[in-house]
């Protein structure tokens, strides 16, 4: 019961943050700085984490493939399928979940807490859209922008762990990387990462929104939002990925 | 004027609000007092429709309030100012920004305009020269003047202040309590405050409604409160040794 009560205030919360803007230029504002805030900000963590798991992943499937019947060039092509087709959308948005996610839940929880949100609905603004639509519109427009990123740079670790290494030449890897390419799979990862974008700024802003009590409460809030979205998002990736790909 | 009839409120079972009915006068800084738990800031709140009451009516000038629909509700939410207890600031807005915060999203005013409006409602409250500075970076005491200055930057008809005294020394909660009387006098505002401050109350009260126990207790004015009767009242005004040693003396 508790469970579906919840679910009817996510879909109230959202019919709230979709109302029509007051002023439009000061929401053009939020919008900048979510963009600044939730996307500029974490290009640094996946690029770094990417570049590591572009790596791994490279020398994981070079290790496995030890076999002469396997074409080496397999190296490459697992490494840019991999990462495309779920690291870059699904491991970046868990990722994403837990740093942007537990920001978000914070930010709203304390505004709460500290009687921010009540000073915006007195002034008469719609405090559910004015704090949480930037959020997400920020998230739909920059997330895709992190995702290709990621692709990027997680396929040149790869290479750059190739040529460390030297567990496979570098002309076998780039012919992998080219090999049996599917523009598609670029359309099924942005699908994705939209999706994921969604669900990581609405979950996280619900239960950041809903927050009562003191700092236990928003910490805990805060939890919750990065659990949550995780859970929705592996949810979403089993039926996205049937749904794309069958 | 703003006026509450027979206002109810419950939190599961427990009662917070019973039958509550009140007038507050325009042009005049009305007290609620009452001990803390009494009910209120639940008064407060329903007042403003931050509650919704289980029982009862919120008439603002004769309109009634808690029956308007959501967008009328936004239209006199814009002529209420409001101090929270906590001073309720944005955190990631300077004192400037703060203050023009109302104004960015209700007015259509170019930016110079509205920048000299937020510098005169800063000048107002004693603090022109904190605009650039962070809500952390300033006192609890200038927090709550930045709180007024951005309740009455849309030259609001009600304001309402929640315990605006609270975690002050006693000097600065009397210049706050004047600020608060100017302004009113000022502007011919209806000003509602909660407070269980006896110096607010001696100070400004120009009229005083007391709620024991989610009850309307008493109501009068400051003078009439020394000399009142009401047992539970004068447990309340008289707590303190200082005010029982003056009651004995007098």
């Known amino acids: 019961m508790n469970i579906l009560s919840q679910i009817g205030s996510y879909f109230i919360l959202l019919s709230k943050v979709f109302a029509k803007p007051e002023k439009k230029s000061v929401y053009y504002k939020q919008i900048v700085k979510e963009i600044q805030s939730l996307g500029i900000n974490s290009i640094g963590i996946v690029i770094i984490i990417s570049a590591f798991m572009g790596a791994v992943i490279t020398l994981q499937t070079a290790y496995n493939t030890e076999n002469p019947l396997l074409p080496k060039y397999l190296i490459g092509l697992g490494c840019r399928d991999s990462m495309m087709l779920e690291f870059s959308s699904t491991m970046i948005a868990l990722i994403l979940a837990g740093k942007v996610g537990s920001n978000i839940a914070s930010e709203l929880g304390t505004m709460r807490v500290s009687e921010q949100i009540d000073a915006l609905e007195i002034m008469g603004v719609n405090s559910a859209s004015y704090l949480i639509l930037p959020k997400i519109i920020a998230a739909l427009f920059f997330n895709p922008i992190l995702t290709a990123i990621s692709i990027i740079v997680g396929v040149t670790g790869g290479w750059i762990a190739v040529i460390a290494t030297g567990v496979v030449s570098s002309e076998y890897f780039i012919i992998g990387i080219q090999y049996a390419f599917i523009p598609y799979y670029i359309t099924y990862a942005m699908v994705k990462t939209v999706f994921f974008a969604f669900i990581i700024t609405s979950v996280s802003s619900f239960h950041g929104y809903f927050a009562s009590g003191g700092s236990i409460e928003v910490g805990r809030a805060s939890t919750k939002a990065v659990v949550y979205s995780s859970i929705v998002i592996l949810i979403f990736n089993v039926i996205l990925t049937q749904l794309l790909l069958s | ?250």
Not at chain 2, 59 to 65: A, E, G, N, P, T
Not at chain 2, 99 to 114: A, G, I, Q, R
Not at chain 2, 132 to 150: C, D, N, T
Not at chain 2, 186 to 209: L, Y
């Open chain 2, 1 to 250: 004027m703003i006026e509450a009839i027979n206002i109810s409120k419950s939190f599961g079972k427990l009662k917070v609000l019973d039958d509550v009915s009140v007038k507050f006068d325009p042009g005049k800084t009305n007290l609620v007092i009452g001990q803390s738990g009494s009910g209120k800031t639940v008064l407060l709140k329903s007042l403003i429709g931050l509650i919704d009451p289980d029982q009862g009516k919120i008439l603002y000038d004769d309109i009634v309030f808690s029956d308007l629909a959501f967008k009328e509700k936004k239209k006199i939410r814009q002529k209420v100012g409001m101090m929270f207890q906590g001073g309720a600031l944005f955190d990631s807005a300077t004192v400037i920004e703060n203050v023009m915060y109302p104004l960015d999203m209700f007015t259509t005013d170019s930016y110079d305009e509205k920048l000299d409006r937020a510098h005169f409602c800063l000048e107002r409250v004693n603090i022109e020269n904190a605009g650039h500075l962070f809500p952390a970076e300033i006192s609890g005491g200038m927090q709550k003047r930045v709180a007024l200055a951005r309740a009455i930057a849309l030259n609001p008809k009600y304001l309402f202040c929640d315990e605006p005294n609270s975690g002050l020394d006693p000097k600065t909660a009397i210049l706050i309590d004047a600020l608060i009387q100017e302004i009113t006098r000022e502007f011919n505002i209806t000003t509602v405050v909660n407070t269980h401050d006896m110096n607010s109350v001696m100070e400004i009260g120009e009229k005083v409604v007391f709620i024991f126990k989610g009850k309307k207790c008493w109501e009068g004015t400051r003078n009439e409160i020394l000399d009142s009767d009401n047992h539970d009242l004068n447990d309340f005004v008289f707590a303190n040794s200082l005010a029982k040693h003056i009651k004995n003396k007098t």
